[in-house]
């Protein structure tokens, strides 16, 4: 089993420019999550995904922020422009639905984003 | 915020002593998973408790939960330098598809 995949592992951009952070999750999972990871602000739900459709986005910061899952094996998160608070660690993890059944879920190994 | 407290924030033991961890939590929940971060890396699941049980063991790990308290405690028996990492409980509060929300987690360093 590969687990979830993240790429880019790190990447360092400049303010104002367009991020793209991709994920691939475990084949038979149909809950998808994207997650932030920040010192202050710990670890916080962005977006989640059920069978490729948002069930919740309510984490999702602002309008800078946008979240696509075209097919269950790929899901992409986009920010743009982004900016220097948006440096943080970004996970992607997945599970079967639903999680109230006792699944857990898998996580990759993050994305890590400095924006300067 | 229904997001879970773990307490202590930061814990340091000596190799061989026993570390616990503890989570509140504000509603009522489905089941209670705590996972492990090592420095760098992805959570990791450690073990799942469900609303209906008080005690679940795996290996060197011990959970316990009282809903009526809303909190959960995890136990690491004779720690080892490689359990140094943080830890995370996480609440699953159900609904139709449900999604876990993490605390800010417990960063344990076992001392050689």
């Known amino acids: 089993d590969a687990g979830v995949i993240q790429s880019p592992r790190h990447e360092v951009t400049e303010m104002g420019q367009e991020v793209t952070l991709r994920c691939k999750p475990i084949s038979g999972h149909n809950s998808l999550f994207w997650y932030r990871q920040t010192m202050m602000r710990g670890l916080e739900l962005l977006i989640y995904f059920n069978n490729n459709v948002p069930i919740d986005d309510s984490g999702m910061p602002e309008d800078r922020f946008s979240a696509k899952m075209p097919n269950a094996s790929f899901s992409t998160l986009k920010i743009q422009p982004s900016e220097p608070r948006d440096s943080a660690v970004y996970f992607c993890a997945s599970g079967r639905s639903a999680l109230s059944s006792g699944n857990t879920i898998y996580f990759g190994e993050g994305s890590w984003l400095t924006v300067v | 915020s229904q997001q879970g407290e773990e307490d202590p924030q930061a814990l340091s033991i000596q190799e061989g002593e026993n570390a616990t961890m503890n989570c509140s939590y504000k509603?009522?929940?489905?089941?209670l998973q705590w996972y492990r971060q090592n420095s760098g890396r992805g959570l990791v699941h450690l073990i799942l408790?469900?609303?209906?049980?008080r005690e679940k063991h795996s290996g060197r790990l011990r959970v316990t939960l009282d809903t009526s308290k809303k909190s959960s405690s995890l136990l690491i028996t004779a720690s080892r330098a490689a359990d140094t990492a943080s830890y995370f409980c996480?609440?699953?509060?159900?609904?139709?598809?449900?999604?876990?929300?993490f605390g800010k987690g417990t960063k344990l360093s076992v001392k050689p």
């Open positions: 509603t009522s929940i489905n089941n």
């Open positions: 408790i469900r609303s209906n049980e």
């Open positions: 996480a609440t699953d509060y159900g609904g139709s598809q449900g999604n876990l929300i």
